[in-house]
């Protein structure tokens, strides 16, 4: 089992529509995660990070954490054409902040105007 | 402020050289991480430090590859020698608390 899934995509969408990217892990224990955003041929930017049960919101972006599911997902309202770019989700294995950051493969997202 | 700095920004070179891929950490950062992506295998962390001390070096490949932190403002990935399966962008990452930032990466070709 991959400790960090994602869907590959690409998630396509128009426009103006929300696009939800979700994420699964492998460790209970990890406390800590985060939502990078690649562009191609570019390094991971970080956009969003979330360390407690429930919704996080930054403009037009939430993160959404369900520990008990083992549950990550970004939510982007208003998607723009700028916003098509590779979804990285990380999960530090780890409980202190010198933990491992893992990555899954990423999502594809495609904002069609 | 200054971000992650990495050197080359391109390298390439024939298979059986040794590559030496530099960092400079954001001042400040106590962790420092090395990762590397390719297509097929996404981001693998390859290695982390933590106040200059390697903590995990279960992601490098084999003996091909070290890694040494000898001060917080300094790092290096060596690959010695250098297989064409070993092309890849290799990005060096540091924290001060959760957050892990990136350097722009080093594009490496082995011929």
């Known amino acids: 089992q991959k400790e960090v899934e994602q869907n590959s995509g690409p998630l396509s969408v128009p426009e103006g529509a929300i696009a939800s990217l979700n994420c699964t892990y492998s460790d209970r224990g990890s406390q800590s995660f985060f939502w990078y955003r690649q562009y191609s041929g570019k390094s991971p930017e970080l956009i969003m990070f979330i360390y407690s049960n429930g919704d996080k919101e930054d403009g037009r972006f939430t993160a959404q954490l369900n520990k008990a599911s083992q549950y990550v997902s970004l939510l982007i309202r208003d998607s723009q054409p700028s916003d098509s770019a590779t979804y990285l989700c990380?999960?530090?294995?780890?409980?202190?902040?010198?933990?491992?950051?893992?990555f899954g493969q990423g999502t594809t997202l495609q904002v069609k105007p | 402020d200054a971000g992650v700095i990495q050197s080359p920004r391109h390298e390439v070179t024939e298979m059986g050289q040794e590559v030496t891929l530099r960092c400079k950490p954001i001042s400040g950062h106590n962790s420092l991480f090395w990762y590397r992506q390719t297509m097929m295998r996404g981001l693998e962390l390859l290695i982390y430090?933590?106040?200059?001390?390697?903590?995990?070096d279960s992601g490098m490949p084999e003996d091909r590859f070290s890694a040494k932190m000898p001060n917080a403002s300094f790092s290096t990935l060596k690959i010695q020698p250098s297989e064409p399966r070993d092309s890849a962008v290799y990005f060096c990452?540091?924290?001060?608390?959760?957050?892990?930032?990136f350097g722009d990466g080093t594009r490496l070709s082995i011929l």
């Open positions: 990452a540091s924290s001060g608390n959760r957050e892990v930032h």
């Open positions: 990380a999960v530090n294995f780890g409980s202190s902040n010198t933990g491992k950051l893992i």
């Open positions: 430090f933590n106040n200059n001390v390697p903590i995990d």
